[in-house]
T-cell receptor, first 114, second 110 residues
């Protein structure tokens, strides 16, 4: 079974630029999560989708972050404009259903904002 | 007070040592307790999962939960260099959202 795929793996941008990350969850997984992991911290949930609907986006900085999951499969997370404090690893995870199902994480996209 | 507190280490032990990793939490509504392992430049992977007080064993790994003290532990017996990673405790609340600790960086030296 293929795991969660993410791209790009690394991205370096200047502040105020925009950036987008892509996630392909495990086939058949209805729930998709985006987490932000700042260096030395645990992952923090940004947004959770159930199929293509948003379950929780309470910690998503909506003035600059947006996410979508069209057709209930792949998802993109966008930051516009980026700030220095957005430097982090952006992790995508998926689970078969929700709640109380194991979350499987992708390798993450490492973002550096200069 | 943060919801989940975890000593970030780093922790360095010789091969074969017993490792003890710990987290405390503040919200008694937390129901499910997990340990994730994260290798360098990889995503976290679920290691252990439990919802009740007491011990749960899986090979060399034992997860311990003490709900009265709001304290969870992960013990690794006969530690191996391949156990070198960051260990994250994660706790699921009544809203089914995971709250992670900061992670403890463990190095097992051959």
């Amino acid at each position: 079974e293929a795991g969660v795929a993410q791209s790009p793996r690394y991205k370096i941008i200047e502040k105020r630029q925009s950036v987008a990350f892509w996630c392909n969850p495990i086939s058949g997984h209805a729930t998709l999560y985006w987490y932000q992991q700042i260096l030395g911290q645990g992952p923090k949930l940004l947004i959770q989708f159930q199929n293509n609907g948003v379950v929780d986006d309470s910690q998503l900085p909506k003035d600059r972050f947006s996410a979508e999951r069209l057709k209930g499969v792949d998802s993109t997370l966008k930051i516009q404009p980026a700030k220095l404090e957005d430097s982090a690893v952006y992790l995508c995870a998926s689970s078969l259903k929700w709640p109380q199902e194991t979350q499987y994480f992708g390798p993450g996209t490492r973002l550096l904002v200069l | 007070q943060k919801e989940v507190e975890q000593d970030p280490g780093p922790l360095s032990v010789p091969e074969g040592a017993i490792v003890s990793l710990n987290c405390t939490y503040s919200n008694s509504a937390f129901q499910y307790f997990m340990w994730y392992r994260q290798y360098s430049r990889k995503g976290p992977e679920l290691l252990m999962y439990t919802y009740s007080s007491g011990n749960k064993e899986d090979g060399r790994f034992t997860a311990q939960v003490d709900k009265s003290s709001k304290y969870i532990s992960l013990f690794i017996r006969d530690s191996q260099p391949s156990d070198s990673a960051t260990y994250l405790c994660a706790i699921e609340g009544s809203n089914y959202k995971l709250t992670f600790g900061k992670g403890t960086l463990l190095t097992v030296n051959p």
